[in-house]
């Protein structure tokens, strides 16, 4: 299987904001010469192939094609098929057994982060909870706290200064299943 990689596009298509038709971001990406392209779902995951330029390269090249074809920035944080399999396997090997009244969420960083974290790591009122990272990737729970679940993308990116992107591990799957 040939590797492939995974632009997270942070913010968009979120409460009417930041607004981009995934098949104008397919065709944008062919224009410029990505291969492979595929979209999943409305929240900004562009799956492709790209050889010979670095993930620094490839990010930025990426978010000038947001830039250039829709008119505004966003965020783009980039994983291999590689790194996604490691980290649902991290995922599944240690953290599965969990049950109950909880959410599964993985949020990636854009940048790597070497803050000392003491696991687990709550948020303020509890919502969230978490209980695995590495420089770049966070697996977290969410709890239910008045009514509602906590989602950890704000905590992660209050806590580590840097923009992430958070998405459940079903999606995950289904993008690696593509």
Not at 22 to 47: C, D, H, P, Y
Not at 136 to 157: C, M, Q, V, W
Request: hydrophobic share 35%; aromatic share 12%.
């Amino acid at each position: 299987m040939m590797d492939f990689y995974v632009a997270f596009l942070r913010g968009i298509n979120v409460s009417g904001q930041k607004i981009i038709k995934m098949e104008a971001l397919r065709e944008a990406f062919l224009r410029e010469g990505f291969t492979g392209v595929k979209t999943f779902i409305q929240s900004g995951n562009v799956i492709f192939n790209r050889t010979g330029s670095s993930e620094h390269d490839l990010i930025n090249q990426v978010e000038s094609l947001i830039t250039g074809n829709f008119g505004f920035h966003t965020d783009v944080i980039l994983r291999s098929s590689d790194e996604i399999e490691s980290v649902l396997k991290v995922l599944e090997n240690e953290h599965s057994g969990r049950v109950g009244d909880q959410k599964l969420y993985i949020t990636f960083l854009k940048n790597a982060f070497y803050g000392n974290i003491s696991l687990p790591l709550f948020s303020k009122h509890g919502d969230v909870e978490v209980i695995y990272h590495n420089t770049r990737d966070f697996i977290s729970h969410s709890h239910l706290h008045k009514g509602t679940y906590g989602f950890p993308n704000a905590f992660i990116e209050k806590y580590t200064g840097m923009p992430a992107t958070t998405r459940n591990p079903q999606t995950l799957q289904k993008i690696l299943d593509l």
